[in-house]
């Protein structure tokens, strides 16, 4: 039988869990969830724990925050599998869970004072919600207090949230090593989500369209940003049920594409009641 992780629900039970490796110098890597855990969260784990040594802790945690749900967002109906994500933390010899009440992270409630995104926080996925990354860092902040990571593994799955991350990090000095995890697919290209739960058999398939949309977008970057977005345009507008929020063309750090070198691809879009984001890195131009 695998040993479980320690669960730990409020900070004192976490500092005790991590004593012992503080005490003996070892390093603390940390992959922050929501729950209703996945191959692609465990790929997060796995991309921690070989950063690590023998003596070095990972920890994950599992907190469903409210504050980066707009109103009418999908809080309530979230997915919550403790016992599984549990399950799934052991399969990767995770060390210690921290899975915190909501008073426990909120001990006065909201919080007055939060971690503004700035500019980069209004666009793309903040256009649409426009409160969203301030609850994402607000929080991402406060699991960086508790949890005193040396490292922390974000999946490249939300890649604003990624960029956001990392400028929060070097903006407020927060001295954390932070890594992008590779987003996993399943076999016919669907990209692993707790949110792909909701979908239902139709939406499966429509679902496809925005994988299906990047890789056309990828295959044609060497002939330049335009016809690679023309591409993935061409995908979209053929898909039914597929109500598209924003296909964008970035440089890596969300800044304007170049003509040539490395970019992103991005897509947002709504099937039934479910919003989707996917995202690919290419490279556009023949150089
Ligand atoms: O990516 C997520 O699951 C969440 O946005 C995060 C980073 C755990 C913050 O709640």
Redesign the pocket.
Same mark, same amino acid.
């Given at each position: 039988m695998i040993k479980g992780p320690l669960v730990a629900t409020t900070r004192d039970e976490l500092a005790a869990a991590l004593k012992g490796v503080r005490a003996a110098g070892g390093r603390v890597g940390f992959v922050?969830?929501?729950g209703a855990l996945h191959a692609g969260h465990a790929s997060l784990m796995a991309e921690a724990r070989s950063r690590l040594a023998p003596g070095d802790a990972l920890v994950v945690?599992i907190?469903?925050?409210p504050l $980066?749900f707009g109103a009418g967002e999908d809080l309530d109906r979230y997915p919550r599998t403790f016992d599984a994500d549990l399950e799934l933390c052991a399969g990767q010899a995770v060390d210690v869970v921290l899975a915190p009440s909501v008073d426990e992270v909120y001990p006065g409630g909201e919080p007055e004072v939060t971690v503004e995104p700035g500019p980069l926080g209004t666009v793309l996925e903040g256009a649409v919600r426009p409160t969203h990354f301030r609850? /994402?860092l607000t /929080? /991402?902040a406060k699991?960086f207090g508790l949890v005193q990571p040396d490292l922390a593994v974000?999946?490249q799955k939300?890649y604003q $949230?990624l960029v956001l991350?990392r400028r929060m990090v070097a903006d407020l000095c927060m001295g954390v090593e932070v890594v992008g995890g590779p987003t996993v697919r399943e076999d016919d290209g669907l990209a692993l989500s707790?949110r792909n739960e909701y979908l239902s058999a139709d939406d499966r398939v429509a679902a496809l369209t925005l994988s299906g949309a990047l890789r056309a977008a990828v295959d044609a970057a060497t002939e330049g940003g335009d016809r690679a977005l023309a591409a993935a345009r061409d995908v979209l507008d053929h898909a039914p049920g597929v109500d598209v929020d924003y296909l964008a063309l970035t440089s890596p750090d969300l800044g304007p594409a170049p003509a040539d070198g490395e970019a992103r691809v991005l897509v947002a879009a709504r099937i039934g009641s479910t919003r989707l984001i996917d995202n690919m890195p290419l490279h556009l131009g023949g150089s």
């Open positions: 922050p969830t929501m945690s907190f469903v925050n $980066q609850g /994402v /929080v /991402v699991l974000f999946g939300d $949230q991350i707790s």
